[in-house]
T-cell receptor
Framework: SQELEQSPQSLIVQEGKNLTINCTSS?????LYWYKQKYGEGLIFLMM?????EEKSHEKITAKLDEKKQQSSLHITASQPSHAGIYLC?????????????FGPGTSLSVIP | DTGVSQDPRHKITKRGQNVTFRCDPI?????LYWYRQTLGQGPEFLTY????????KSRLLSDRFSAERPKGSFSTLEIQRTEQGDSAMYLC?????????????FGEGSRLTVL
């Protein structure tokens, strides 16, 4: 079955700094999702990538799926305390239908004011 | 409130007791998912429904776990004879299959502590 790895496991940055979180899959990604989770709460959808080379942005967060569709990166520009939380990548298990999403272990981000 | 709601938010029980969690999805959503999350880990898929049909159940789910969605609306997840290893956050999510954009709408979770 497909497995997702994320790096780094945790990250502490100074406010205003840029940062990148990576997600690597053991298999081709048919749908790659990024979610954010506040500690002890549910997940909030950030964006979905499907095509190789695709890049999407939402406010100061940009995510990209590589051409081979096995790696994705999430980049935050000029980080703010509001960006703190756990970032999770998720992937569709099935190429032909959106049914089951599996998640990586998450990257914990702390932003120091 | 039009979001996914879960009840109870917190449950503390003694080993061997049965517990039940309820999830109310967004009303027009026909898909409903259960995930389990332990500290420092990502959510693990447990099971999902399309309307009232349970389409898949994870091999991780022992026979002590059962989920239902009797009328295709709310769902319950029951754990029988709880064990300390069942302590986790149980997350429910819903989506609309026909226009699936990849977005699952998650509830706040039900945290289970088994003593």
């Amino acid at each position: 079955s497909q497995e997702l790895e994320q790096s780094p496991q945790s990250l502490i940055v100074q406010e205003g700094k840029n940062l990148t979180i990576n997600c690597t899959s053991s298999k081709t990604l048919y749908g790659l999702y990024w979610y954010k989770q506040k500690y002890g709460e549910g997940l909030i959808f950030l964006m979905m990538l499907q095509k190789g080379g695709e890049e999407k942005s939402h406010e100061k967060i940009t995510a990209k799926l590589d051409e081979k569709k096995q790696q994705s990166s999430l980049h935050i520009t000029a980080s703010q305390p509001s960006h703190a939380g756990i970032y999770l990548c998720g992937a569709d298990q099935n190429q032909t239908s959106y049914d089951k999403v599996i998640f990586g272990p998450g990257t914990s981000l702390s932003v120091i004011p | 409130d039009t979001g996914v709601s879960q009840d109870p938010r917190h449950k503390i029980t003694k080993r061997g007791q049965n517990v039940t969690f309820r999830c109310d999805p967004i009303s027009e959503h026909n898909r409903l998912y259960w995930y389990r999350q332990t500290l420092g880990q990502g959510p693990e898929f447990l099971t999902y429904f399309q309307n009232e049909a349970q389409l898949e159940k994870s091999r991780l789910l022992s026979d002590r776990f059962s989920a239902e969605r009797p009328k295709g609306s709310f769902s319950t997840l029951e754990i029988q004879r709880t064990e300390q290893g069942d302590s986790a956050m149980y997350l429910c999510a819903s989506s609309l299959a026909a226009t699936h954009t990849g977005e699952l709408f998650f509830g706040e979770g039900s945290r289970l502590t088994v003593l």
